[in-house]
């Protein structure tokens, strides 16, 4: 029972980040309609901007916020000089700049900081907690990404900007008719994005090191987390993103072993693509013809 305790606990830790890095992708998604491929790189990226900081002397909390700072005008930069000019064009374009994006920035950072695999200091004690259950990080990362979620609650629920970001994600052209500047409002969602996948870089770099391909794994939860939630529901992202780090943790330890829990992603995405498209909590859109 112990056993199954760590499982489930440690599951919620990583399944937080999860969590980030799936509303980062359904962000993307709301205001393109395409699942950003590059998004586990551009987390990725931002870590080893923070790890450069944190090397250079400066404290972990500060390189935390400004390496947030960075990576959401790196996000905005990105749709503004890579996405903007493609955005009506065929999908297949969309698809081969996203797929050119992450091989951009994984190519860029083993370039200028090399594959060797580093170490990224975590802002909590090393000592465990609830009884040797967890680890103090783990317990850490469960509580940054419930910050940031609740953060990004309060901004999309209470604020007019937020409020016009989800009217651009639900109807651009009615957003556009009643004087919302949408291509704006679409540049915000990709630096809150940005953003948001740094904050997951950083708090999963402890636990899998600090290495160009660190996120490649991560991602592939992140968008089992995403379609089981709902890939237009950011609530649905959360909630998939914690379902699916427990349930990693728990097939992974009891019934197939920690050298295939890869794979549990994938049954997740299959499963969900044929049972229930729409997710958990995604819109079902019925066309007539």
């Known amino acids: 029972m112990e ?4 499982q489930v606990l440690s599951g919620l830790a ?30 990725m990226f931002s870590t080893y901007l923070a790890w450069t900081m944190i090397n250079a002397g400066m404290s972990w909390w500060l390189a935390f916020v400004l390496t947030i700072l960075l990576s959401f005008v790196i996000g905005m930069l990105i749709e503004r000089i890579l996405i903007r000019p493609v955005e009506q064009a ?8 996203f797929i050119g994006l992450l091989v951009i920035l994984n190519s860029v950072a083993g370039w200028i900081y090399t594959y060797t ?3 990224f200091p975590s802002p ?6 609830f009884g040797g259950l967890m680890s103090a990080h783990e317990l850490g990362a469960i509580g940054v990404t419930l910050v940031v979620l609740i953060l990004l609650y309060v901004f999309f629920q209470f604020t007019p900007l937020g409020l016009a970001m989800r009217a651009v994600a639900q109807n651009p052209v009615s957003s556009r008719l009643v004087g919302i500047r949408v291509g704006w409002m679409l540049a915000l969602g990709w630096g809150l994005a940005a953003a948001i996948g740094a904050v997951a870089g950083m708090m999963i770099a402890p636990i899998v090191y600090l290495d160009p391909t660190m996120m490649s794994g991560v991602l592939l939860y992140a968008f089992a987390a995403a379609l089981l939630g709902g ?5 649905g992202a959360v909630v998939g993103g914690f379902l699916v780090g427990v349930l990693e ?10 050298e295939l829990k890869l794979t549990v992603a994938l049954i997740v995405i299959i499963a969900v693509l044929l049972v229930r498209p729409s997710g958990l ?8 013809v």
């Open 249 to 258: 943790n728990v097939m992974g330890a009891f019934v197939i072993g920690t």
């Open 14 to 43: 990583t399944g937080g980040i999860y969590a980030s890095l799936a509303l980062a992708l359904v962000m993307i998604y709301q205001s393109t309609h395409f699942i950003n491929f590059a998004q586990g790189e551009m987390a």
């Open 90 to 97: 065929p999908v297949l374009t969309v698809i081969i700049v």
């Open 231 to 235: 890939i237009d529901s950011p609530g």
């Open 124 to 129: 909590f004690p090393a000592e465990p907690v």
């Open 117 to 119: 695999i580093k170490s």
């Open 281 to 288: 909590f995604g819109r079902v859109i019925v066309s007539r």
């Open 3 to 6: 056993a199954f305790l760590h």
